[in-house]
């Protein structure tokens, strides 16, 4: 059995579900991608597509050249434009206002938590990318950055704070 103790990937998406259980009948494909551009055609390092066919299917696209820690942050940032434009019609100019930073704190919060209850490391320190002991399953005690979490100030971080992990 091969086992991937720490795939951040897996973390942000077990807290991106928890939080987000109306997402579960969605068809969210994620795929890595070492060319993605804009509806201009100009590079960029992620992506969300809405299908025009199925209101049910969102795809999601990470720079594959961008550092695992980029890719997790931007993954972050990509599901954000999913809970709030899950439809696809939200206008351009709406879509990196506040309500897109909250979510954006409520996913880093819930990602935090799952690694915490996982490994007992938090969102910073991964960002950090310290190691972790598999005998352990927790961060060497001297190599633990211990980073502040988010603060619950909104309804969304409190939903955070009572999800399921």
């Given at each position: ?90 206008p351009q100019h709406e879509q990196h206002d506040a309500d897109f930073d909250l979510v954006m704190d409520t996913l880093h ?57």
């Open positions: 059995m091969i086992t991937f103790i720490n795939n951040p990937f897996d973390c942000l998406l077990e807290g991106f579900q928890n939080l987000y259980p109306q997402f579960h009948s969605k068809n969210i494909v994620v795929q890595l991608n070492p060319e993605i551009t804009n509806e201009v055609g100009e590079p960029v390092v992620g992506r969300t597509t809405f299908s025009d066919d199925d209101k049910n299917l969102i795809l999601i696209d990470i720079s594959s050249d961008l550092p695992i820690e980029g890719m997790t942050e931007i993954l972050s940032h990509e599901l954000a434009h999913v809970v709030l434009d899950h439809n696809g019609d939200r919060d819930a990602y935090s938590k799952v690694m915490s209850a996982k490994f007992n490391v938090h969102y910073s320190d991964f960002l950090n990318n310290a190691p972790i002991d598999p005998a352990q399953n927790v961060l060497f005690p001297e190599l633990l950055n211990t980073g502040t979490n988010i603060p619950l100030v909104t309804q969304l971080l409190e939903d955070a704070e009572n999800a399921t992990y």
